[in-house]
């Protein structure tokens, strides 16, 4: 076994395409687990850095930089089936919360 972590772009197209991979009836990074032996997370950017590319960029002096990336990004990862979790509870309560806004 081993560990992937999945960075993609922090935008609606980026989270959009993890929540492809984590979603329907045979979810894709569920096959990959189980058939491939693998734990799979997913990393989020910080705030204003729309994608990987542009952390390396903005942070191309720092000394360490693949260090830097790891610190910052792929140490918060979270296991894909928790970050689906959390995505479709947050739709759900930011759904609620537009309801009652309107009425």
């Not at 935008?11 to 959009?16: P, R, S, V």
Request: net charge negative; aromatic share 8%; glycine share 6%.
């Amino acid at each position: 076994g081993g560990r992937i972590v999945l960075c993609m772009d922090n935008d609606e197209a980026g989270i959009a395409a993890v929540e492809r991979l984590c979603s329907g009836q045979n979810p894709i990074l569920y096959s990959a687990t189980y058939k491939a032996n693998v734990d799979i997370y997913i990393a989020g950017l910080p705030a204003g850095v729309k994608d990987p590319a542009e952390f390396l960029e903005k942070n191309r002096e720092s000394e360490a930089l693949d260090m830097k990336f790891r610190n910052e990004v792929v140490k918060d990862a979270t296991e894909w089936s928790e970050w689906y979790t959390e995505r479709l509870i947050a739709s759900y309560n930011s759904s609620l919360d537009s309801r009652e806004n309107e009425g």
